[in-house]
């Protein structure tokens, strides 16, 4: 639920594509990202497509986790089960923190539409560099879902009774 009591607070969110086969011309994904992003009034810090290679994964993840204009970074591709689907083993390798939660409740949302075949996702979340990343497959179906059954209000400090935002300061305590 969305409190609109409350101001909306931006965010600079990433986008990075990740695939072997991927470019400006036929990322749907992420081209959907960047205009839903940008839609919900969230700003677009960086947008990029990549190999699905593990060091080109981790270190692009890396890099764009230290940017200050930086909150999240969202990645679509990479999170199936075959030999060239890196991503999430890339992105946790790095994470000090999963978000067991985030796959669970996008596997069970996709269930409701693509019935057992959700299990073939390991879609995921982390913390890398106290930034917030979220795996998400390469099908803009599946981004779409993602995003406006989840990240859309979870991404939004208006959503009560609470969100992913709201935590931010508290991210660094120890």
């Not at 190999?51 to 969202?74: A, E, F, P």
């Amino acid at each position: 639920m969305i409190n609109e009591s409350i101001a909306f607070k931006q965010i600079g969110i990433a986008v990075v594509t990740i695939s072997d086969t991927r470019n400006g011309e036929n990322d749907k994904s992420g081209t959907y990202l960047k205009k839903s992003i940008i839609n919900k009034e969230h700003k677009v810090t960086k947008y990029e497509i990549i190999k699905d290679d593990v060091r080109l994964i981790q270190n692009t993840i890396q890099k764009i986790s230290q940017d200050l204009h930086v909150d999240v970074i969202i990645t679509t591709g990479g999170t199936g089960l075959t030999g060239r689907d890196n991503t999430v083993d890339a992105v946790k390798d790095i994470s000090e923190i999963e978000i067991p939660g985030f796959g669970e409740l996008f596997r069970y949302l996709s269930y409701k539409k693509i019935g057992t075949s959700t299990i073939q996702s390991r879609s995921s979340a982390f913390l890398v560099n106290k930034k917030y990343v979220f795996c998400l497959p390469g099908s803009a179906s599946a981004v779409k879902d993602a995003w406006e059954q989840i990240l859309y209000y979870q991404l939004d400090i208006r959503h009560k009774p609470c969100n992913f935002i709201e935590l931010i300061p508290r991210l660094n305590e120890s």
